[in-house]
């Protein structure tokens, strides 16, 4: 059968799609304020939204826009088709982000990125409303600081400024080396959901 956007199902981003017959349901997401993470307790959910700049079928690319930033998401095929997504989309991402497991330095001339593994929850986030889906991050970020009395860590990636948390005494002795300005890998695990509203930008 024919994808047609009134019935998109598909994930898209590694987070999820819901437009049903009667129109778009509502995400649990949006009544989900904050989620159990191990080693750190009661986490906010983040909630933005996005814009579709591009889709690329043949590649699967996705361009995204916010804050006049954008950045490019490749969407892997076990997320279904993208055949009903189009230009000026809107997409709203509600997401939980893990502590930092790892930092690397990133190549010369690296610019920033993000690559998203698909993972199992296996613990780490404890309250996870239905159809979330839990991925594995690696942000090619540029260093901003590191404040260790808070364990928080923050960086410039593709989506602008961000921070993480850390509470590996291993990462954190990697962080304490830096200089502001350094690229960097950074790995984490988040928990996402991504609905496209009926409304366009």
Not at 120 to 142: C, H, K, M, S, Y
């Amino acid at each position: 059968m024919p994808v047609t956007r009134r019935h998109l199902t598909a994930a898209l981003i590694s987070g999820a799609i819901f437009i049903s017959a009667g129109g778009l349901n509502t995400s649990p997401a949006m009544a989900q304020q904050s989620v159990n993470v191990r080693g750190l307790g009661v986490v906010a959910v983040d909630n933005v939204d996005v814009r579709v700049v591009s889709v690329d079928l043949p590649s699967r690319n996705v361009v995204v826009e916010r804050s006049g930033r954008q950045w490019r998401i490749t969407v892997p095929e076990d997320f279904g088709s993208l055949a009903a997504l189009r230009r000026r989309d809107r997409l709203s991402i509600s997401r939980v982000e893990g502590a930092l497991i790892a930092v690397t330095p990133a190549r010369r001339g690296t610019k920033p990125d993000v690559v998203f593994a698909t993972a199992r929850n296996e613990g780490l986030f404890d309250n996870l409303p239905a159809r979330w889906i839990v991925r594995n991050a690696t942000v090619t970020a540029q260093f901003t600081s590191f404040d260790a009395a808070s364990g928080t860590v923050r960086y410039v990636g593709p989506e602008g400024p961000r921070t993480l948390r850390v509470i590996d005494p291993a990462v954190i002795s990697v962080l304490q080396t830096l200089r502001r300005g350094d690229m960097v890998n950074l790995v984490f695990t988040e928990a996402t959901q991504i609905v496209l509203t009926p409304r366009r930008l």
